[in-house]
């Protein structure tokens, strides 16, 4: 009988793909409510990561803290009756030693220290939001108010500081990179709808030049890839992505001007051909925000 079980890339991609076609607004596409807060486990206090970060995204609590079923008893409470468990994703390491695989039982880094190979196994376990238990206490997160069109202070560091820049030129009515010249034109602060969607995009247009042979050097930078191809969509989804982490980091609303039905309609066309690519696309961007971030 044929073993239809699905991996974790297939369930994660059939849940955006679901979120897409439902008319869910994609993450970027509304603010994130817990301003300068990405969405993090309640006990640890880390941040979500990578794909974790974007599937978290797409809901509407205002709250960014979540916490296992097990964590929501042994802080007092539990999940509200009927609430859906939300999935988050990590990294298994399987070892081995001259092709036996090392006993799961032994400690970590003894396995680390005499393996000579290891394959990683992407996993996943469930949270809930604090919002959907009862008898948790977590802390408030105060949304603030943005002035439209004004300078924004923390996004206007993390483009100063951002090492190994490209050029940047200012005008005009289209936001691009061009890998030829190393360059990002964006149209000036005034011309956008408000000071979210300007540094929402200007984010957008310098995770594509994180992918410049002189920074992280991506494919599907320096090549020409045709709109709706698979090396066209991945890089925009990576753009999407990492623009999507910084507005994290920063607390702005993000709307970015590449959230078209045809944008969409294309990345659902190639999720569904290559269950990967989500999970390996937010991986990049990851790498992309943390060389913006300096980090």
């Given at each position: 009988m044929k073993n239809t079980k699905k991996n974790v890339y297939e369930i994660v991609t059939e849940q955006v793909i679901e979120k897409i076609e439902s008319g869910q607004l994609a993450p970027w596409q509304k603010p994130w409510k817990s301003v300068g807060h990405r969405p993090a486990n309640l006990i640890t206090k880390k941040p979500y990561k990578g794909i974790n970060a974007f599937l978290l995204a797409f809901n509407d609590y205002e709250s960014p803290y979540y916490l296992t079923y097990k964590q929501a008893k042994e802080k007092g409470g539990n999940v509200k009756k009927g609430e859906k468990a939300n999935l988050v994703t990590y990294w298994q390491f399987l070892y081995f030693k001259n092709d036996k695989p090392l006993p799961s039982k032994m400690p970590q880094a003894e396995k680390e220290r005499i393996a000579d190979k290891k394959i990683p196994l992407l996993k996943y376990y469930n949270v809930f939001n604090v919002e959907q238990c009862e008898g948790v206490e977590y802390?408030?997160?105060?949304?603030?108010?943005?002035?439209?069109?004004?300078?924004?202070?923390?996004?206007?560091?993390?483009?100063?500081a951002m090492p190994n820049k490209p050029g940047l030129t200012f005008g005009g009515g289209r936001a691009f990179y061009r890998p030829a010249t190393d360059n990002v034109t964006m149209p000036k602060l005034e011309t956008f709808d408000g000071s979210s969607e300007y540094y929402s995009t200007f984010f957008h247009e310098l995770a594509h030049s994180t992918g410049h042979s002189s920074r992280l050097n991506r494919q599907g930078i320096e090549e020409i890839a045709a709109f709706g191809d698979a090396v066209y969509s991945k890089e925009e989804l990576i753009a999407e992505f990492t623009a999507c982490f910084l507005c994290g980091e920063t607390g702005i609303l993000q709307r970015t001007v590449e959230n078209s039905s045809a944008y969409l309609k294309s990345w659902l066309k190639v999720l569904k051909s290559d269950s990967k690519m989500l999970v390996t696309a937010a991986s990049q961007a990851e790498k992309a925000a943390n060389y913006i971030l300096n980090k």
């Open positions: 802390p408030t997160i105060k949304a603030c108010d943005l002035n439209e069109n004004e300078k924004l202070a923390n996004c206007e560091s993390i483009i100063e």
